[in-house]
């Protein structure tokens, strides 16, 4: 008789293997406060946290935090940018900041306007907040009225937070 060969089944991989895994503790599955969350918001978390795991959105959060640092005049280094957008591999505490642009929405499965509700709950339950956006919850003014760039274009910068704890 012959051996089988094992081989990982596909749903275990994709084009860049293990890039798209991230890590949801059993503490926040059995949390009070994640389980008051409705079943779509819980569900759309879960996809923002694995969606920040892909290269595609850590290089468009780079891109997003460097534009941003530079329409509020803030100097930053190229180390300090690629640290808060998860590029850097030697950093011992991962980047909490994440960007997930209508096309990646859509890519899910959601309507922009759903997802706009789903992170509504999200920020209202204290899972994540708007760290810059174009339209309000603004860090600075100065983001908002940095140019005259077509502003449809910006995308909101999001970072995940841990206050759902304190509730």
Not at 8 to 36: G, H, R, V, W
Not at 47 to 59: F, P
Not at 147 to 154: A, E, I, L, M
Request: include cysteine.
């Amino acid at each position: 008789m012959g051996t089988k060969k094992k081989t990982l089944p596909s749903y275990l991989y994709d084009d860049d293997a293990f890039c798209n895994f991230a890590m949801i503790t059993s503490n926040l599955l059995a949390s009070k406060q994640f389980q008051e969350l409705s079943l779509a918001a819980r569900a759309f978390y879960l996809t923002c946290v694995t969606h920040k795991q892909t290269l595609e959105q850590s290089s468009c959060l780079y891109n997003a935090l460097k534009e941003y640092y530079t329409l509020i005049g803030e100097e930053k280094t190229e180390y300090d940018l690629k640290l808060m957008a998860g590029q850097e591999k030697r950093a011992k505490i991962k980047s909490t900041y994440f960007v997930i642009p209508q096309k990646h929405i859509e890519q899910y499965g959601y309507s922009a306007s759903y997802a706009s509700k789903l992170k509504k709950e999200l920020i209202d339950k204290k899972f994540i907040k708007v760290f810059a956006n174009e339209k309000k919850h603004s860090v600075s003014d100065r983001y908002i009225q940095g140019n005259n760039r077509d502003f449809s274009k910006r995308v909101t910068i999001y970072q995940f937070i841990s206050d759902w704890k304190s509730k």
